[in-house]
């Protein structure tokens, strides 16, 4: 489904805890790398022999540069202070570690605003231990906003006009996660959108979009097992003076 519309996957195994039997299924199949938001996953399955480049799906944290730097092939990134560490960290140990920066599309989690995009990037290519490997997106996460082909477009529109003003080339447009499913099924061409980052859909064969199992995939791979510890009906409403609860 995604290579006949030119787009490279990156399996996601956070939903599984880097397992490693899943990785290594994973990793025998056409794929661009193994993504997981855990440095610790990373670390696990890489030391297990999975064979496959990994990405770091977050931005590593302060402490854990050195950790990425070591051991990751990409990351995704939208800070100077962790991308000039990171760049530290990469010249210590000889590496150069591939970045892709990541841009707010309007979700408001992660990434640069786009009129900051250019200048990142800019700052990113005087970093003599990394390289801008492209660009990326997440929606649909912190708030439900869809990766619809108008965000895709402005997301193709910010890396074209980064390759032009800097005459670079990217090989990385990252168009998000799992919610991109529908939008990669309804669009008869994804632009320049040529990468997904995917756990969701892989793992429970659903469609993030409409909750929908998606025909053609297993929706039982997992049992989830667990021990009940109490049982009882109960009214529906608290009852008694209410003041803050532990949420
Ligand atoms: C978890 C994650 C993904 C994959 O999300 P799914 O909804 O499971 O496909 C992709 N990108 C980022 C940044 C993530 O954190």
Excluded at 90 to 105: N, P, Q, V
Excluded at 143 to 162: C, W
Excluded at 232 to 237: D, E, G, H, L, V
Aim: charged fraction near 20%; glycine fraction near 8%.
């Amino acid at each position: 489904q995604t290579h006949s519309k030119g787009i490279s996957l990156t399996p996601v195994t956070k939903g599984v805890c880097g397992s490693v039997e899943i990785a290594r299924m994973l990793a025998a199949h056409k794929i661009h790398s193994i993504g997981d938001s855990h440095l610790s996953n990373i670390i696990r399955m890489k030391e297990a022999g999975v064979l496959a480049k990994f990405m770091l799906l977050r931005s590593p944290m302060m402490s854990e540069t050195e950790g990425a730097a070591a051991k990751v092939d990409f990351s995704l990134n939208s800070e100077l202070s962790i991308l000039r560490a990171l760049n530290e960290q990469s010249a210590r140990y000889g590496k150069t570690h591939a970045i892709i920066l990541m841009i707010e599309l309007g979700d408001r989690r992660e990434g640069v605003m786009p009129e900051d995009a250019l200048n990142y990037a800019h700052e990113i290519l005087k970093l003599n231990s990394l390289r801008l490997a492209g660009i990326g997106a997440n929606l649909t996460c912190l708030n439900g906003v869809k990766p619809t082909a108008e965000k895709m477009g402005q997301l193709g529109a910010i890396a074209q006009d980064i390759e032009a003003k800097l005459s670079i080339q990217m090989e990385i447009i990252s168009g998000g996660n799992s919610a991109n499913w529908q939008w990669l099924q309804e669009t008869a061409n994804p632009g320049l959108v040529n990468h997904l980052r995917m756990g969701e859909t892989i793992l429970f064969g659903s469609n993030p979009i409409t909750q929908a199992g998606i025909s053609g995939f297993k929706h039982d791979a997992f049992t989830l097992l667990a021990e009940v510890i109490e049982s009882k009906r109960k009214p529906a409403q608290p009852d008694g003076e209410v003041t803050f609860s532990a949420f």
